[in-house]
């Protein structure tokens, strides 16, 4: 069982900066595949980013070049750089960890079994 605990969302004003924090335990995320999710009032879960130790997916092409995702194995953390951001980026952001997944379905939300709560962001225009 991983327990996953996200920080760092709130409100900020288009083109400013937040940093998500996400803190695992219960199991060592070595093997595991880490992703960060959004979702928009009425609208489904969106994937954003994934990393797996040294290796990175895509990133959803509206954030290419404006978030960065990574992560310290030994400290069991997944961290969410995002900059220059935008009212589109409104939504619940969610940590995501799973054992199984694979390049085919990393994007899937349905593919990962642990789930943080969720932290909120608001960008304001």
């Known amino acids: 069982q991983v327990h996953l605990t996200e920080s760092g969302g709130g409100l900020v004003q288009a083109g400013g900066s937040l940093s998500l924090s996400c803190a695992a335990s219960?199991?060592?995320?070595?093997?595991?595949?880490t992703a960060w999710f959004r979702q928009a009032p009425g609208e489904e879960r969106e994937f954003v980013a994934a990393?797996?130790?040294?290796?990175?997916?895509p990133y959803l092409d509206s954030v290419k070049g404006r978030f960065a995702i990574s992560r310290d194995d030994f400290n069991n953390m997944v961290w969410l750089q995002m900059d220059s951001l935008k009212p589109e980026d409104t939504g619940v952001y969610y940590c995501?960890?799973?054992?199984?997944?694979?390049?085919?379905?990393?994007?899937?939300?349905?593919?990962?079994?642990?789930w943080g709560q969720g932290t909120q962001v608001t960008v304001s225009s």
């Open positions: 990393i797996r130790q040294s290796l990175q997916t």
């Open positions: 219960g199991r060592r995320l070595n093997g595991y595949v």
């Open positions: 995501a960890a799973d054992s199984t997944v694979r390049r085919s379905n990393i994007t899937n939300f349905r593919a990962y079994a642990y």
